[in-house]
């Protein structure tokens, strides 16, 4: 099985700050990798698959790179809304299922 | 618009089983499979299986394999997970998150269930 680790696991930022989150997978997912934002109680919400495609509806300042086995989520600006715990998935194409990483928390200083 | 609702919260004590479903709104049921996983408190969600839009067929992760069953009312636009012989390490939000296929290649889950607390207690 896939493995997938994130760094770091907690991460304290101001607001306008660039946040950079990594992921990395045990062997290669071949771009199949999507990051996705969670806040307490919710469901994860979608933000950017296939390694770099923004999901519609999802604030450009979500940007996603990497290919392979070494992924990043980075966020250009920080918003007091952006205050998520952050996980990267990779999905295999068939049959389907998916691994997360340990996640990210994102607090606002 | 597109939706996932699925049933309330359930408490359950040992051994017993629960069935949860996540009723589907906003686009056509059978294009689409649909993933089941859950998140036990402070952990990372984790694949339980997967049922597919044409025949129903089911995939189950190891880990939950023969433990659990998948089930679809396509009448109903609605899907079933049940987990039978439940132990207190089942406490957890159980999610359906749905699943696009074509040619043999299956996407990224764009929407998902609000989620299902399931707590085990005796």
């Known amino acids: 099985d896939i493995q997938m680790t994130q760094s770091p696991s907690t991460l304290s930022a101001s607001v306008g700050d660039r946040v950079t989150i990594t992921c990395r997978a045990s062997?290669?997912?071949?771009?199949?990798l999507a990051w996705y934002q969670q806040k307490p109680g919710k469901a994860p919400k979608l933000l950017i698959y296939?390694?770099?495609s923004l999901e519609s509806g999802v604030p450009s300042r979500f940007s996603g790179s990497g290919s392979g086995t070494e992924f990043t989520l980075t966020i250009s600006s920080l918003q007091p809304d952006d205050l998520a715990t952050y996980y990267c998935?990779?999905?295999?194409?068939?049959?389907?299922?998916?691994?997360f990483g340990q996640g990210t928390k994102v607090e606002i200083k | 618009q597109i939706q996932l609702v699925q049933s309330g919260d359930e408490v359950k004590k040992p051994g017993a089983s629960v069935k949860v479903s996540c009723k589907a709104s906003?686009?056509?049921?059978?294009?689409?499979?649909m993933h089941w996983g859950r998140q036990a408190p402070g952990q990372r969600p984790e694949w339980m299986g997967w049922i597919n839009d044409g025949t129903g067929y089911t995939k189950y992760s190891q880990k939950f394999q023969g433990r659990v069953t998948f089930t679809r009312d396509t009448s109903a636009s609605t899907v079933y997970m049940e987990l039978r012989d439940l132990r207190s390490e089942d406490t957890a939000i159980y999610f359906c998150?749905?699943?696009?296929?074509?040619?043999?290649?299956?996407?990224?889950?764009?929407?998902w269930g609000q989620g299902t607390l399931v707590t085990v207690s005796s």
């Open positions: 062997q290669t997912v071949n771009n199949w």
């Open positions: 998935q990779q999905y295999n194409t068939y049959p389907p299922m998916w691994t």
């Open positions: 998150a749905r699943v696009y296929c074509s040619a043999g290649n299956c996407y990224v889950s764009d929407h």
């Open positions: 296939k390694a770099s």
């Open positions: 906003g686009y056509t049921f059978i294009d689409y499979g």
